[in-house]
Each structure stands twice: as structure tokens, then as C-alpha cells.
């Protein structure tokens, strides 16, 4: 039967592929990121194949009544002998996309990269079992359409369920990853459990081992323990699945601000290095205390940032010398407040005050408008915001330099103030 849906489900897999995959992939070359995109779209139809072509083959040998021939061989081998074309199909679900995603980024994979191919492959044989086991018991017209709808339905809309740990236990690796990214074990473990425990108690039932009742009971506690488990493990997460950042490697220069970026974008550490001592003198000539042992791109943090501190500045090396504003972005990673959210109105005063000692006043007019686009609408409310910051930014710029640290640790306070 695998050979006959090949072509379809084949089909299936480029459509979801090109309709789905190829646009998140546009411009990708991080490994862990062209997995999880590739496989993602397609491994609700995969695990839906599986359970449905399993239980097909299960009631073709029930109908044949290979079970009450003379037993040459176990039971478990000639079920997973009827089984392995179908795996074998659906295993080609997953790695056909894969495939074409790395060939089209021209990158190599890596280990850690293939971590939610290898929990789907693992996945689909689980599916499969318990769509052999119900394929036992259940007639093939009920089992087939049955198992099919049920599993692509609870995994593929997972992720619209109001109760979160749904998806965490759906084996849907739906979330794309970032780069610096990597697929945390803690994410691919719960579904394991959760699909593994139904085809272990699945398998206890097909087994005929001792009474019936017995294993009924047995079967039945195994699968609702696992089940249980795998929920109690992901029931506090939120919406995303756990990642492990910051696992690319680094290459640094220098001391005393040591330079520190991603090996994968080959950056110029000197020219780094350069334009961030520039910027340190200049803003300690004016009383900011600029002093970072260390200074590292942040993109390899992902989605879980870390914010700067006065010996670690973290900010944005790799983009910044992309759209030549890196000197700016150092000079953002100086400044410091004393809360979380300070007034946007005061602390933008405050970065064009540094801004206009740095000589990046082009490099904030273009954040600031970036800025306002998104905060307001109305140009004569952008006008006014644009005065008032500007306003306050000139009391600082119009005081000697030695005065000018005092009036920028005021203002920073100030800022706090306001925004409280």
C-alpha cells in the first residue's frame, strides 16, 4: 500500500514544502533553522501517514489470517516487516524537504542541526505502531480514515488550541529558530514520552502476554502515566518551545574592550575594535563612564537577550556594520538607567546628546524616525516630540564639557521619574 500513496503523499510534501517551508527558508543559511523550517510544515501529514498505512497493512494481514498460520516467525517481526515500507515512505517525507532545503542554501548540515528531524523519524514509528495495533482490532474502512484525520488533526492544530501543553506534546516543531538556536532536548523529549507510552501499552495489548485483564489494566497504566507525565513536564511552558541560545562559536580580539563575534559572519574584529575605542574616549571626554571589557554581537542570543552592563556591552555588531550604524550602536550600549522603561521622550534626548558628542546625529535622525513611524501617526505630533527632545537635548549640549556627565546622570534619573 506504501507504494501505491508514494506518489501522492510524495506530491503532498513538495507542496507543503514550496507553499510553505521555501518562503520562511528565502535567504537562510543557518543549519538548525533550515531543519526546524523544513520539516516543520510537513510533520502532521507525515505521522498521519504513518498511523493510517500502518493500520492498513495490519488489517491486510489480519485479513489474511497470518497470525493463525504456524508460527515461523514472531509476531513482532512480521509486524514490523508489513511496517517498513511505510516508514520507509514517511522517513522520505522528512528528509525529501530537508534535502532540498540544504541544497538550496548550499549549506552543509550539522549534528546539532538535525535534532527535530531525528525526534520526528522517531515519532513516525510510534505512529505507526499504534496504527498497527488499532489496525488489529478495528476494520481497516474505520481504522485507515479514522487514524488519519485523528492524528493530523491533533497535531496540526495544536498550535490554535487555547491549552498550551497541546503543542508541546504534539511532535509539531512549528516554531522557526533564530540563529544562535538550537532545539533543546527539554522540547523533544515530552512528545517522545507522551506517543511512546500509548505505543509501548499499545504493543502490551498485541502482545498476549498472561490474561487479558491483566494487560488491559497494565497497558492502560503505562499509557495514561506516560501521558500524564509528558503533560505535568510542559503544563507551566508558554506558547514557544524551549530553545538553547548562544550556542554558536566565537571569535574574539583585544583587550580592554575585547571584541567577540560569530565565526559564521567573518567580521573585521580590528575595524570593530577601532570604532568602539573611538567612541569610548569620546563619551568619556564628556563624564560617561565608558570602561566594557567586552564587547560581543548579540544575534547568536536569539529570542532570550541579554541586556548590556557597564563591563559587557552586548549590541548588534554584525547588523551594524551591515547598515554602517555600528558606531551609534556602541554608543547606545554606553548609556545607562536607572529602571527598565525610562520616558521614550527623555531618553531619546538623552542618546541625541551622546549622539551629538560621537558625531552620529545622522545615525540617530535615522532611528528616531524609524522610531516615531511606529509610536505616532500625525506629523504635527511627530514635529512636537522631535522639538521637545531636542529641547532637552541642547541644556546638556550647551554645558561645558565637564558639566556634562552631572547633566546626564540627572537625566537619566530624571527619565526614570517620568516614566514611573
Not at 494481514?61 to 513482532?76: M, Q, T
Not at 514517511?90 to 538550496?104: D, G, K, Q
Not at 500509548?198 to 497494565?218: K, Y
Request: aromatic residues 10%; neutral net charge.
Amino acid at each position: 500500500m506504501a507504494a501505491k500513496v508514494a506518489a501522492f503523499a510524495l506530491g503532498l510534501t513538495l507542496f507543503y514544502y514550496f507553499d510553505n517551508a521555501a518562503v520562511r527558508l528565502q535567504d537562510q543559511s543557518y543549519a538548525p533553522a533550515i531543519v526546524a523550517d523544513a520539516v516543520g510544515p510537513i510533520s502532521a501529514f507525515a505521522y498521519a501517514v504513518a498511523g493510517a498505512l500502518a493500520a492498513w497493512e495490519s488489517g491486510r494481514l489480519k485479513h489474511a489470517k497470518i497470525n493463525e498460520s504456524a508460527p515461523v516467525r514472531s509476531r513482532y517481526l512480521i509486524g514490523f516487516n508489513a511496517i517498513l515500507p511505510v516508514l520507509m515512505l514517511c522517513w522520505l517525507m522528512l528528509l525529501l524537504p530537508v534535502a532540498i532545503a540544504f541544497a538550496e542554501a548550499a549549506v552543509m548540515p550539522t549534528p546539532d542541526s538535525m535534532r527535530p528531524l531525528a525526534q520526528q523519524v522517531i515519532l513516525c514509528f510510534l505512529h505507526a505502531i499504534i496504527g498497527y495495533v488499532v489496525g488489529s482490532y478495528l476494520p481497516r474502512l474505520i481504522a485507515v480514515p479514522l487514524l488519519a484525520l485523528s492524528i493530523y488533526a491533533f497535531v496540526a492544530f495544536s498550535v490554535s488550541m487555547e491549552s498550551y501543553w497541546v503543542r508541546h506534546v504534539s511532535g509539531n516543531y512549528y516554531e522557526p529558530l533564530m540563529f544562535g538556536e538550537l532545539a533543546s532536548f527539554s522540547a523533544l523529549y515530552p512528545p517522545l514520552l507522551f506517543f511512546g507510552s500509548v505505543a509501548g501499552a499499545a504493543m502490551l495489548v498485541r502482545s498476549g502476554f498472561g490474561p487479558s485483564m491483566v494487560r488491559a489494566a497494565l497497558a492502560m497504566t503505562i499509557a495514561i502515566a506516560g501521558m500524564y507525565g509528558a503533560r505535568c513536564v510542559v503544563q507551566d511552558r508558554g506558547p514557544s518551545l524551549p530553545v538553547v541560545s548562544h550556542t554558536e562559536p566565537d571569535e574574539c580580539f583585544g583587550h580592554a574592550p575585547k571584541i567577540c563575534a560569530p565565526v559564521a559572519f567573518d567580521v573585521d574584529l580590528q575595524s570593530v575594535r577601532d570604532q568602539a575605542v573611538s567612541v569610548i574616549g569620546q563619551l568619556n571626554a564628556v563624564g560617561v563612564n565608558a570602561s566594557p571589557k567586552l564587547i560581543t554581537d548579540r544575534t547568536a542570543y536569539g529570542r532570550y537577550q541579554k541586556p548590556s552592563d557597564n563591563e559587557t556591552w552586548r549590541t548588534d555588531i554584525v547588523v551594524g556594520l551591515s547598515d554602517d550604524s555600528l558606531r551609534f550602536r556602541l554608543m547606545s550600549s554606553a548609556l545607562r538607567f536607572p529602571c527598565e522603561a525610562p520616558d521614550p521622550i527623555v531618553r531619546r534626548a538623552v542618546l541625541l546628546w551622546a549622539a551629538e558628542n560621537t558625531h552620529e546625529r545622522r545615525a540617530f535622525d535615522n532611528q528616531l524616525g524609524r522610531d516615531l513611524h511606529v509610536l505616532y501617526s500625525e506629523q504635527q505630533k511627530d514635529e512636537r516630540v522631535v522639538d521637545d527632545i531636542e529641547a532637552i537635548a541642547r541644556t546638556g549640549l550647551d554645558l561645558p564639557k565637564e558639566d556634562q556627565g552631572r547633566w546626564y546622570r540627572q537625566t537619566a534619573r530624571q527619565a526614570c521619574e517620568v516614566g514611573a
